[in-house]
């Protein structure tokens, strides 16, 4: 067991939450794909806001598959909503 399974044990057992309910790559995947394509701080929080809606009833696969398609459209949407901006085209 490594430290990360470890951890995982731990703090589910504090909070009443067996390892093997927690999709360990699916979550850190969609961490990985906000930080790189959001912000960093939002990876944490995305993972948090994917549990409560996970806990109200969604399918884990299908909300970490949305998520992470949303995170890898932003920054496309960013890349294009920056080179149509007036201060892309005009230097300042």
Known sequence: MNELDEWIAAAGAELGVPPEDLAVKSV???ARDVAHN???P???LTAY???LAVGR???PADAAERISRLALAWRTK???DSATS???TSGN
């Open 28 to 30: 850190l995947d969609v």
């Open 86 to 88: 007036p201060n892309a």
């Open 78 to 80: 960013a890349a294009e």
């Open 42 to 44: 939002g990876a944490p």
């Open 38 to 40: 959001v912000l960093r």
């Open 49 to 51: 806001l994917m549990g």
């Open 57 to 59: 009833g969604a399918d």
